[in-house]
């Protein structure tokens, strides 16, 4: 009896050392907005996409293992301030209602270029004037805020028709549900990618670029100057522009 108590102690103890050497955990907040090729989910979880190898990658260089909370839009920036988790990455500050102390955002990483996406034959020689719109539909994401139409959607010159993805709102413009909509350039070419020449939806214009950063949880469970290292070590490697180019 007392050896078999004796080797089930130490089985025990054994379990609990592997425990302790597993890597921690990088906690990522995961907006299910996003869609490819910038994210995949499957059963609900992150498994493949720009953004799910980036955020691989600071994990990596944090010497984290990655843990992902998948949240609705409307769910990531209180999460985020709340301190549910360390990081959101491919964000800029500008989306953020609540202002971001420089000390919550890391470096520059990636570049995101919004078009306004219409019906085939619609995209004109010269960009549309937004500004001498009245009553434009446009498709947008729901709970995203789009910092440069902001002003036009206040005022009624365009008028937002929300969904929950982007991929939702190309779906609805290709139906002839909206004039126009605003998504991701490579969002676009991903979702144009198999449909005959003649349906592919176009851009019409660019409507901003972005410069994307990872954010900082109000609460971070690592030591903050440990994820300001890794993201720097992630924004100088060459690594970044293969990983980039790969998705372009």
Known sequence: ???????????????????????????????????????????GRPVGGLAFDLMERVARAADARAAYLVLPPKRTQPALHAGEADLMCMMSPKWVAERMAPE?????????????????????ASPLDLRAQRGLRVGTVLGYHYHELGPLFDAGQLLRDDASTQQAVLDKLARGRTQAAVVDRLVLAQYNRGRPAAEALRASQVVSQ???????GGRTQLPAARLHQALRVVAERAELARLLQRYR
């Open 104 to 124: 919550r955002v890391g470096p520059p990483l990636v570049v995101l270029e919004d078009v306004l996406a219409v019906l085939p034959g619609k995209a004109a």
């Open 1 to 43: 009896m007392r050896r078999w108590l004796a080797a089930l102690l130490l089985a025990c103890s054994g379990v609990g050392a592997a425990r302790a050497d597993e890597p921690p955990a990088l906690r990522f907040i995961v907006g299910q907005d996003w869609a490819w090729p910038y994210l995949e989910l499957r059963d």
């Open 210 to 216: 972005t410069v994307t950063h990872c954010l900082l």
